[in-house]
């Protein structure tokens, strides 16, 4: 598992320690922006039909505005938290190089 091309004489081992907590921030961080990109298309499409919450805060009250667009930002969101971390997979750039 070739990860940093000039290592600068660190061991293998601290290495694959860095790797393995980078993979596993940028995986969290994936999901916690595919989480909220679900909760927040899932309430767009609560007022799409209808059922706004009772007592609206003013963060929420922009989402309760323009449901459309708080629905194709957060499908945006969702690709992106999905296909994001594939372009640090070394496999993935080998097999199709720009």
Same mark, same amino acid.
């Given at each position: 598992?070739?990860?940093?091309?000039?290592?600068?004489?660190?061991?293998?081992?601290?290495?694959?320690?860095?790797?393995t907590f980078?993979?596993?921030?940028?995986?969290?961080?994936a999901?916690? =922006?595919?989480?909220d990109s679900?909760?927040?298309?899932g309430?767009?499409?609560?007022v799409?039909?209808?059922?706004?919450p009772?007592?609206?805060?003013?963060?929420?009250?922009?989402?309760?505005a323009?449901?459309?667009?708080?629905i194709?930002?957060?499908?945006?969101?969702a690709?992106?938290? =999905?296909?994001?971390?594939?372009q640090?997979a070394?496999p993935?750039?080998?097999?199709?190089?720009?």
């Open positions: 598992m070739k990860i940093i091309a000039n290592n600068r004489g660190l061991p293998k081992p601290a290495l694959l320690t860095i790797a980078g993979w596993a921030f940028m995986l969290f961080m999901y916690v =922006v595919f989480q679900i909760i927040r298309t309430f767009a499409l609560a799409l039909d209808g059922k706004v009772a007592e609206i805060n003013p963060f929420i009250d922009r989402y309760t323009h449901p459309w667009q708080t194709a930002h957060c499908v945006c969101g690709v992106f938290a =999905v296909l994001g971390p594939l640090f070394a993935l750039r080998r097999k199709f190089p720009i």
